[in-house]
């Protein structure tokens, strides 16, 4: 099993539609938690940090689930701008403090 | 407008080639890192600096040597290298070696093509 999944997509969603996109983690150890948005032939950037109680910023909403060990990540009302490649990334899945990637998952919102 | 510039932005280089990447960040950090991203592949962590000194180096080839001269200042020396090593070389910096709340910055990387 993978440290960090990801279904690859692409997602594609109408303009407007709610769309929700998983990782998976295999270390129940793991520490920490982000999401990382990363737009074509552009560096990643860091989206949301992913809290134990859930956290919400505007449309975006990131929630962990430690007893299914796995990351989710909402976007509400969606807009032609947040198509891009949605990196998780899982602090310790590797063990220690090490981050780790997942290969992302591409989002295409549509018109 | 990013804190941490890369250059170049894009750079091909023949097998027998000697090349290096620079890196700069303007935000005070005191960890650096050259990530390597393929198609199709998650990051992959290749060297860490803390502090100008070494901490991690994820069994790279030794054709790849990086350098860090200063807290704000990270190269990458490319040598020998193999079609293979085609990628985009992505430069991050972060306040503090711990990750858990000090997250990474991302330089705007180099997309290296080797022939």
């Known amino acids: 099993r993978k440290e960090v999944e990801q279904d690859p997509g692409p997602f594609n969603v109408p303009e407007g539609a709610t769309v929700a996109f998983n990782c998976t983690y295999s270390?129940?150890?793991?520490?920490?938690f982000f999401w990382y948005r990363q737009d074509c032939r552009k560096e990643p950037k860091l989206l949301m940090s992913?809290?134990?109680s859930g956290n919400e910023d505007g449309r975006f909403t990131a929630q962990l689930n430690r007893a299914s060990q796995y990351i989710s990540l909402l976007i509400r009302d969606s807009k032609l701008s947040d198509s891009a490649t949605y990196l998780c990334v899982v602090v310790g899945a590797g063990g220690g403090n090490k981050l780790t990637f997942g290969t992302g998952t591409q989002l295409k919102v549509e018109l | 407008e990013t804190g941490v510039t890369q250059t170049p932005r894009h750079l091909v280089m023949g097998m027998t080639n000697k090349k290096s990447l620079k890196c700069e960040q303007h935000l005070g950090h005191n960890a650096m890192y050259w990530y390597k991203q393929s198609a199709k592949k998650p990051l992959e962590l290749m060297f860490v600096?803390?502090?100008?000194?070494?901490?991690e180096n994820n069994s790279v080839p030794s054709r790849f040597s990086p350098e860090c001269p200063n807290s704000s200042h990270l190269f990458l020396h490319l040598h020998t290298l193999q079609p293979e090593d085609s990628a985009l070389y992505l430069c991050?910096?972060?306040?503090?070696?711990?990750?858990?709340?000090?997250?990474?910055?991302f330089g705007n990387g180099t997309r290296l093509t080797v022939t």
């Open positions: 992913v809290y134990s």
């Open positions: 991050a910096s972060s306040q503090e070696l711990t990750p858990l709340d000090s997250p990474l910055h």
């Open positions: 270390n129940s150890a793991s520490q920490s």
């Open positions: 600096y803390s502090l100008e000194e070494r901490v």
